[in-house]
């Protein structure tokens, strides 16, 4: 017997078709059909300069919009061999850090709550929401960032927004205890 799975909508986890192949229960072979989310974002940097592109590539991946900024920028700065300010460069691994931990508590919190446990996507996306507050002080926009530029960044960090990300930092290790207590040492998983 074969079942198609999917594709799931696009305001799920991901997009993506299996057609699995069954044998009774068994999974005999499966399929993955990607590419349902494909936006033709090719064919529109045909047509535009990288400036005028940063904007597009943080569509890429909505969780981790950093990243697909800076491989946009490191690429011409690297052929063109531009050096950033010392404290750009900082600044971009900052912002890299956070939104990469943004991402993986985007994936957590969804995760436990198809296991089964709502709780804990409640308190992991409480740190989320903290980590999206700093981007808004510094960008004005809590995704879909469009701060990286070839040779820095849009703008230096505001006035108090290091204590902010210090007072983070020390809030979310309190909050990996407590995740580790809902989640690592709860005898249910």
Not at 104 to 124: K, N, R, S, V
Request: aromatic content about 14%; overall charge negative; hydrophobic content about 45%.
């Amino acid at each position: 017997m074969i079942v198609n799975m999917g594709p799931q909508h696009p305001s799920m986890h991901g997009v993506l078709r299996l057609i699995v192949t069954l044998d009774g229960e068994d999974v005999i072979d499966c399929e993955p059909i990607l590419g349902y989310l494909h936006r033709g974002m090719e064919k529109i940097a045909e047509n535009r300069t990288i400036i005028q592109y940063l904007p597009y590539v943080t569509r890429w991946d909505y969780s981790a919009t950093m990243f697909t900024e800076a491989i946009t920028v490191n690429a011409p700065e690297f052929l063109e061999n531009i050096q950033i300010p010392q404290r750009a460069s900082y600044i971009r691994v900052i912002m890299l850090e956070l939104s990469r931990i943004a991402s993986h508590l985007l994936w957590l919190g969804p995760f436990m709550a198809d296991l089964g446990a709502e709780t804990p996507f409640f308190y992991i996306f409480r740190e989320r929401e903290l980590i999206y507050d700093l981007f808004e002080a510094i960008i004005g926009m809590r995704m879909m960032h469009n701060y990286f530029r070839i040779g820095g960044v849009a703008a230096d960090l505001p006035y108090g927004w290091i204590n902010k990300c210090l007072d983070f930092c020390d809030y979310f290790l309190r909050g990996v205890v407590e995740y580790q207590q809902l989640i690592t040492q709860n005898p249910i998983f």
